[in-house]
């Protein structure tokens, strides 16, 4: 049986993490290529709708990537972002779908190597979860459809 | 605005068990500004709800809507005909919507999301408290423009009583004496003598005693 391989939703803040994910890319860093990069002008504009979304369009990890702490450019984006993420934890929990499927990362524009790692680390985190049970049928195809990579 | 919060979500879906098609109501009035019910809580609501029941091997079909206002009769006749095919609604309104939706559809099995708790404000994004305590006739020109009938725990009208300490009610320490309020503010507006006025009993047939109430303009009324 061949390895499953999850689809994960990563939202990007476009001056950290997205501004990051270039950064691996120019440092020709190899990263899971289970994540689809969505850019966002910034983590604090994610809404618990959305990601629960994710999740019913057949997301098997979500995660939500912003800048450190009194970095944001929006000053505070990043931490409406951890609260909103905490909340949807929670639901998700509620619900029985699991709040670990959704996590919150700090990935400063200097990281790419914090990027690649932060994409390895929820990739192995979801691969140990197993597929969304959301998605009995599709087990992960993310090597057939060609996952992004840097 | 009236202030209401989510019923936990296991709750509401124990309520809906049995329902293939379910229709949640939002209300773009009170319960949207205090963030409980209104088109972004309900599409929350309603995605959660389907991901439950298809982790349950229930499958839901949930559909959503959300009304100007859920209290007058022709902002729900929009819904008369989303709800034809439905097992159920849940509203996301206050207990008024709730209702207004259970007479308007007398077929269908109509019940609530929300817990309706109070009339308010809100102090900081995401906190509301108490202010009105809906009495039927109002003192707050007695008192200062603080309301001893909800911010005092006995909505006493001569206070304080003895169990105002250092400014806080002795019911809780985070909750301040309505009354130690109103006399700073009375003394700070140089009006002191006004709260040397005894107030008579309140005649509480105005407020809730006195069985529902309703309220007449004739003077607005269309005539059919």
Same mark, same amino acid.
């Given at each position: 049986?061949?390895?499953?391989?999850?689809?994960?939703?990563?939202?990007?803040?476009?001056?950290?993490?997205?501004?990051?994910?270039?950064?691996?890319?120019?440092?020709?860093?190899?990263?899971?290529?289970?994540?689809?990069?969505?850019?966002?002008?910034?983590?604090?504009?994610?809404?618990?709708?959305?990601?629960?979304?994710?999740?019913?369009?057949?997301?098997?990890?979500?995660?939500?990537?912003?800048?450190?702490?009194?970095?944001?450019?929006?000053?505070?984006?990043?931490?409406?972002?951890?609260?909103?993420?905490?909340?949807?934890?929670?639901?998700?929990?509620?619900?029985?779908?699991?709040?670990?499927?959704?996590?919150?990362?700090?990935?400063?524009?200097?990281?790419?190597?914090?990027?690649?790692?932060?994409?390895?680390?929820?990739?192995?985190?979801?691969?140990?979860?197993?597929?969304?049970?959301?998605?009995?049928?599709?087990?992960?195809?993310?090597?057939?459809?060609?996952?992004?990579?840097? | 605005?009236?202030?209401?919060?989510?019923?936990?979500?296991?709750?509401?879906?124990?309520?809906?068990?049995?329902?293939?098609?379910?229709?949640?109501?939002?209300?773009?009035?009170?319960?949207?500004?205090?963030?409980?019910?209104?088109?972004?809580?309900?599409?929350?609501?309603?995605?959660?709800?389907?991901?439950?029941?298809?982790?349950?091997?229930?499958?839901?079909?949930?559909?959503?809507?959300?009304?100007?206002?859920?209290?007058?009769?022709?902002?729900?006749?929009?819904?008369?005909?989303? &709800?034809?095919?439905?097992?159920?609604?849940?509203?996301?309104?206050?207990?008024?919507?709730?209702?207004?939706?259970?007479?308007?559809?007398?077929?269908?099995?109509? &019940?609530?999301?929300?817990?309706?708790?109070?009339?308010?404000?809100?102090?900081?994004?995401?906190?509301?408290?108490?202010?009105?305590?809906?009495?039927?006739?109002?003192?707050?020109?007695?008192?200062?423009?603080?309301?001893?009938?909800?911010?005092?725990?006995?909505?006493?009208?001569?206070?304080?009583?003895?169990?105002?300490?250092?400014?806080?009610?002795?019911?809780?320490?985070?909750?301040?004496?309505?009354?130690?309020?109103?006399?700073?503010?009375?003394?700070?507006?140089?009006?002191?003598?006004?709260?040397?006025?005894?107030?008579?009993?309140?005649?509480?047939?105005?407020?809730?005693?006195?069985?529902?109430?309703?309220?007449?303009?004739?003077?607005?009324?269309?005539?059919?």
């Amino acid at each position: 049986m061949p390895e499953f391989e999850p689809k994960i939703v990563a939202f990007c803040c476009r001056y950290c993490a997205y501004t990051a994910a270039d950064l691996a890319g120019s440092m020709r860093l190899q990263y899971s290529p289970n994540i689809r990069v969505v850019e966002m002008p910034c983590s604090g504009t994610i809404e618990h709708g959305v990601i629960l979304n994710a999740f019913e369009k057949g997301a098997d990890g979500v995660y939500i990537a912003g800048c450190n702490l009194g970095d944001c450019h929006f000053l505070k984006g990043n931490v409406r972002a951890i609260k909103r993420v905490a909340a949807v934890k929670k639901v998700l929990d509620e619900i029985g779908l699991g709040g670990d499927r959704l996590e919150f990362f700090h990935v400063p524009a200097s990281e790419g190597t914090k990027f690649a790692k932060v994409a390895n680390d929820m990739t192995e985190r979801i691969r140990q979860l197993g597929p969304s049970p959301l998605n009995k049928s599709a087990a992960g195809n993310a090597k057939k459809e060609g996952g992004q990579t840097a | 605005m009236i202030v209401a919060q989510q019923k936990p979500i296991n709750d509401i879906a124990q309520m809906i068990n049995d329902c293939k098609k379910v229709l949640f109501v939002g209300c773009a009035g009170c319960v949207t500004v205090c963030l409980a019910g209104g088109e972004k809580e309900t599409e929350v609501m309603a995605s959660a709800m389907r991901i439950k029941r298809t982790l349950e091997n229930n499958p839901l079909e949930a559909i959503t809507y959300t009304c100007t206002r859920q209290c007058d009769p022709e902002y729900i006749a929009s819904l008369d005909n989303v &709800v034809k095919d439905v097992d159920a609604i849940v509203s996301l309104a206050c207990g008024v919507g709730v209702q207004y939706l259970a007479e308007r559809f007398k077929d269908k099995w109509v &019940v609530p999301a929300l817990d309706t708790k109070f009339i308010g404000g809100s102090t900081v994004h995401g906190v509301w408290e108490e202010k009105c305590g809906l009495c039927g006739e109002c003192i707050l020109h007695r008192t200062g423009g603080i309301c001893p009938i909800i911010r005092c725990s006995k909505s006493i009208l001569n206070g304080p009583c003895g169990g105002s300490q250092y400014g806080k009610c002795e019911v809780n320490k985070d909750i301040d004496c309505a009354w130690q309020l109103i006399y700073d503010r009375m003394k700070a507006l140089g009006k002191l003598d006004k709260l040397m006025e005894i107030q008579p009993p309140k005649d509480w047939s105005k407020s809730r005693d006195g069985g529902p109430r309703k309220a007449i303009r004739e003077d607005v009324m269309i005539d059919e």
